[in-house]
């Protein structure tokens, strides 16, 4: 069973910037790639951004200009680098590859 564990939520000013990581027990993003999805209150999860397992990178509109997605599969890890934060990028921000979620982590952008 992968685990997928993210960190680097916080508390930012409009603005601001962030940078997430998501860190798997085991190699799996050399293989599958990964996503990183958003849910804001009270509304759906949705897709952020994705690299695949060739480095070929995907990005929501919202994303896109602002948010940079990147892997390191040496260490199990990917980040999202998020810049120019806006109020409603305020959510959970969730890491999946395969069939595998983490947990998430939370991100607030004060107004």
């Known amino acids: 069973q992968v685990q997928l564990a993210e960190s680097g939520g916080g508390l930012v000013q409009a603005g601001g910037s962030l940078r997430l990581s998501c860190a798997a027990s085991?190699?799996?993003?050399?293989?599958?790639?990964a996503n990183w999805f958003h849910q804001a209150p009270g509304k759906q999860r949705e897709f952020v951004a994705r690299?695949?397992?060739?480095?070929?990178?995907n990005y929501a509109d919202s994303a896109k200009g602002r948010f940079t997605i990147s892997a390191d599969n040496a260490k199990n890890t990917v980040n999202l680098q998020m810049s120019s934060l806006k109020p409603e990028d305020t959510g959970v921000y969730y890491c999946?590859?395969?069939?595998?979620w983490g947990q998430g982590t939370q991100v607030t952008v004060s107004s």
């Open positions: 999946a590859s395969a069939r595998f």
């Open positions: 690299v695949t397992p060739d480095g070929t990178t």
């Open positions: 085991m190699s799996i993003f050399s293989a599958y790639g």
